[in-house]
């Protein structure tokens, strides 16, 4: 079964202090993964995928086969990061997988 | 700065009513995707059409939703009738399928999200 799993409903965590937010997935073949991210009151928009090995805002995630995980780092959190974020899988192009989401709150 | 836009932005109306939905997706997209999201399940894919046919619908509940697009600039998301349970956010999302390389490379499409439509069924 493909299935996108986000252990942490909520993760708080002080300004400054190292963030990851946990994902695991569920998939036979070569998964695409993306990291989500919708801050308050705006549109889901994309933060990063794997393939492109980028660092945006600071963030950034890698993909570990062996532990089916692509968890999302960033090594000094910042209050603007407060957000909820959801990690997805994207067994053929077009579909996406979404995990259930993990709020950050970054307290000042 | 296009993008997707979706109204009503909310919607509060009692169970057995229709409930109709629509998304007009960024000009060019040929994909379109229709999310429902709640606090327990997340994100969950409803719909998807691609050039207006649908490709996959199988994450709705066929008794009360459908979902069509009658043409390019529109999508909608009908509930009849509508019950409590389906209660949620739900998003539209568009995005432009694009063709393999030639050295076979899958490429990503990005999912443009629309605001979302706030649903409450008394």
């Known amino acids: 079964a493909q299935r996108v799993t986000q252990p942490e409903k909520l993760l708080s965590v002080f300004k400054g202090a190292p963030v990851e937010l946990k994902c695991n997935y569920s998939?036979?073949?070569?998964?695409?993964l993306f990291w989500y991210v919708q801050y308050s009151r705006q549109r889901l928009q994309l933060l990063l995928r794997h393939i492109s090995r980028e660092s945006i805002k600071g963030f950034t995630a890698d993909l570990n086969k062996g532990e089916t995980s692509f968890h999302l780092k960033k090594p000094f959190a910042q209050e603007e990061d407060s957000a909820m974020y959801y990690c997805?899988?994207?067994?053929?192009?077009?579909?996406?997988?979404f995990g259930t989401g993990t709020r950050l709150q970054v307290f000042p | 700065d296009a993008r997707v836009t979706q109204t009503p932005r909310h919607k509060v109306t009692e169970m057995g009513q229709e409930v109709t939905m629509r998304c007009q997706p960024i000009l060019g997209h040929n994909t379109v995707f229709w999310y429902r999201q709640t606090m327990m399940q997340g994100l969950e894919l409803l719909a998807y059409?691609?050039?207006?046919?649908?490709?996959?619908d199988s994450g709705m509940p066929k008794d009360r939703f459908s979902a069509e697009m009658p043409d390019a600039t529109l999508a909608t998301l009908k509930i009849q009738p509508s019950e409590p349970r389906d209660s949620a956010v739900y998003f539209c999302a568009s995005g432009l399928k694009r063709p393999r390389t030639s050295g076979g490379a899958r490429p990503y499409n990005e999912q443009f999200f629309g605001p979302g439509t706030r649903l409450t069924v008394l």
């Open positions: 997805a899988l994207s067994p053929y192009t077009d579909k996406l997988i």
């Open positions: 998939y036979s073949g070569s998964p695409e």
């Open positions: 059409f691609r050039n207006r046919a649908p490709l996959d």
